[in-house]
């Protein structure tokens, strides 16, 4: 057993863990980053790399209508009960973190067009969000480039990520390269079991390897950072989260819950144990999830044939629509031949046609009659659902759910996605809950301080991103938030550490 001591102890390795990592090692603390996997960056890799962040410079040089002050407005139209001095810390301290990222030669932020998730008042037109500046693999030192998660589509398919490095790569990529840089570790292989304490201080952790269990130390804290538990289907069921795990975003082996339930064993609170980040996804034909957005054309309906929602939502808004009723999970998307029998949208992974066919997850036919037939609904319903939705199409105006009403439903395309449903071939794919991640977990303060019931802080216990209970409740308000307020309450978290 080997028995390794370092100020920081970092657990995961997705966007905040890595944020909380990078700043450590720069301020000159030894940190060590423990991944579970062979990869770094977990589901932080395969997103879009969006970071709400507000009232930065990087939105200022935009020209973007974003100020923390809107932002504060944003939320608080939003959030019920909030936890208003978590929020404050968060956006006080958001501005403060892209700036001293963007002073690191290795780092630069640019504003990305978004639109935030709901029209509430201090929203931004085109959304405040931002994201790491692109990167080629080969700007980066080997031991980095090796280890950043190729993207979700490679990913699963075992094969190995791109030349250039955008979005969730780009800011794992970054945060990689300073964490080297300044002497941090990486430890892959680093399956974190349980937290080491010493006169009710966590002072380290066990950790099983393919060589054994191994114990590490830390002198300031242990951040736990890994995500959620969303991986784990028992630990789900036992919380009440909707969905399956083998229909989550996660990469596969990942977000099982270990360092959640050992700072619960030390007696940690917790809290949305039952929430998620959720969204819409394609089955695929292998049993797994998928994420979907940016519909161009089809309609939504349930197990009767019925729609049940503006189909352009935001992914989860949508996704909690659909957990509302046992007959939406699954669903069927219903859509004709307009793009050559593709599915209308964005989907990682789409999955190929042919494949979904004979596997069942898609079913196709000539007539509505017959699909309505392979779906196993009622054929009168499917084509009431149909025409009714042809009607507002012609009409120009979704008279049921609002769809191409706000901003966000007709940003993929630029123009109207309520388009008829006419030329055959018609398609149906199955569509299921998956999710981006749970976003429950430990109870943490402005410090990211773990909390006991009793609103005590654990002293040497820190959590960030989906493994401690989301500031912002079960809402999710803008593209980034997750990511952002991961980074923020690592942040803030390694500030607490290095001053103790």
Known sequence: MTDDTFDLIVVGSGGGALTGAALAAKA????????????????????????????????QRAGNADSTESARRYLAGLLDDPDKERIEAFLTHAPELVAELEDDPGFEFEWLA??????????VPMGRSIQPVKIRRDAVVPEVAALVRPPLEQDRQGLAGRRTLTGGQALVARLLAMVFRDGGTVRTGHRV??????????????????????ELRARRGVLLAS??????????????????????????????????????????????????????????????????????????????????????????????????????????FVFDDR????????????????????????????????????????????????????????????????????????????????????????????????????????????????????????DGLYASGNTSASVVGPVYPAPGVPLGTAMVFASLAVRHAAAG
């Open 193 to 214: 079991t349980g937290l080491l304490t010493s006169r009710d201080r966590v002072t380290g952790v066990r950790a099983g390897t393919a060589d054994g269990p191994v």
């Open 28 to 59: 000159g603390l030894s940190v060590v980053v423990l991944e579970k996997t062979d990869r770094c960056g977990g589901t932080s890799a395969y997103s879009g790399g969006a970071c709400w962040l507000p009232g930065s410079a990087v939105q």
């Open 339 to 458: 793009e050559g029998g593709r599915l209308p949208m964005i989907a990682m992974p789409e999955g190929d046609a042919a494949a979904h066919l004979e596997a069942g997850t898609w079913v196709r036919a000539d007539t509505l009659d017959d699909l309505a037939a392979a779906m196993g609904v009622d054929a009168a319903v499917l084509g009431e659902t149909v025409a009714r939705f042809n009607g507002f199409a012609a009409e120009g105006a979704d008279a049921d759910f609002g769809r191409d009403a706000d901003e966000y439903d007709t940003f993929f395309t630029g123009g109207p996605t309520l388009l008829p449903i006419g030329s055959p071939p018609f398609t149906a794919a199955t569509f299921v809950l998956s999710d981006l991640g749970t976003k429950g977990g430990l109870v943490t303060d402005v410090h990211a301080r773990v909390l006991r019931a009793d609103g005590s802080a654990i």
């Open 114 to 123: 978004f639109p935030e998730y709901f029209d509430a008042p201090g929203r």
């Open 227 to 332: 995500g959620g538990f969303e991986g784990d289907q028992p630990l789900r069921s036992r919380n009440g989260v909707p969905g399956e795990a083998a229909w989550t975003m996660a990469p596969s082996g990942t977000n099982t819950g270990e360092p959640i339930l050992a700072a619960q064993e030390l007696g940690a609170a917790t809290a949305l144990l039952d929430q998620g980040w959720f969204c819409p996804g394609p089955l695929q034909t292998d049993g797994r999830g998928s994420f979907a957005l940016g519909v161009r054309s089809g309609l939504m309906v349930d197990a009767t044939g019925r729609r049940y929602a503006n189909e352009c939502l935001p992914y989860d808004r949508f996704g909690r629509t659909m957990a509302q009723a046992p007959e939406r999970v699954p669903s069927w």
